[in-house]
């Protein structure tokens, strides 16, 4: 029994592994000028991304591999394929007005990883979680104007310093259904986008829908717990005696 749980949670790290390998075939994509592929791998490591935890909790991998942290596996493949190959993408692809600007997302993200809580107890993500290759994606279709293309990374970089809570949709039960639907439908809408060679631009706008969802959902989460917090710590201060009051 113990060696089929071991068994069973090297595949489980071997599947997150997996977006690593799929993360370099994006880069190779992306150097020969394969935008479309490259993209369409980072978003099969998203989804791998998405699911290796959850099977990594229902096969309790740290139980039986304590001394293998898949968690740090799963953080390296991330910045390969959140950070790395979006600004490569962005820099090869002449998304921003000029490369200088690449030095905001890598300095954002290194900003992120380099936190103890990125991740919090609570199953958040604590400030603008790294989204980069999301961010690549739409530069890449909307090609904007230069001060909204600088926008685009300057905005997400300033978030990720602050402090707010971010929704964490395959560990945190917040608004799970709603998220998953809409992540779902998400993917769905990309993947056929990206098998197009000319994207129907009104789709395009379209699916931002889902982006816009995922921060005022976090923004809202974020607001009601600070609240929360805030008053059980009102609560928690005691009455002062009536000899206090009194003086």
């Not at 935008?35 to 099977?55: C, K, N, P």
Request: glycine share 4%; net charge positive.
């Amino acid at each position: 029994m113990q060696k089929k749980r071991k068994a069973a949670a090297w595949l489980v790290h071997l599947y997150t592994a997996s977006g690593g390998l799929i993360g370099i075939f994006a880069l190779f994509e992306a150097a020969q000028g394969h935008v479309r592929e490259a993209f369409l791998l980072l978003v099969l490591t998203m989804l791998i991304d998405s699911t290796d935890g959850l099977l990594a909790r229902r096969v309790r991998v740290s139980e039986a591999l304590p001394n293998f942290s898949g968690a740090e596996v799963d953080n390296l493949v991330d910045f390969l394929t959140y950070v790395w190959v979006p600004v490569f993408i962005m820099g090869s692809q002449n998304l921003l007005p000029n490369p200088v600007w690449l030095i905001v997302p890598v300095l954002a993200a290194l900003y992120a990883y380099g936190q103890v809580n990125m991740k919090t107890a609570d199953a958040f993500f604590l400030g603008f979680p790294s989204y980069w290759n999301i961010i690549a994606l739409y530069l890449y279709w909307l090609r904007p104007e230069p001060v909204v293309a600088v926008l685009l990374v300057v905005i997400p970089a300033v978030l990720t310093v602050i402090p707010t809570r971010y929704l964490y949709p395959s560990k945190n039960q917040l608004l799970r259904r709603t998220s998953w639907s809409l992540i779902l439908l998400w993917f769905v809408i990309i993947i056929y986008l990206l098998l197009q060679p000319q994207p129907d631009q009104t789709l395009v706008y379209l699916s931002l829908l889902c982006p816009l969802y995922y921060m005022v959902a976090s923004f809202y989460m974020d607001r009601r717990i600070r609240r929360r917090l805030r008053q059980a710590a009102r609560n928690s201060v005691p009455e002062p005696s009536s000899s206090q009051r009194s003086v």
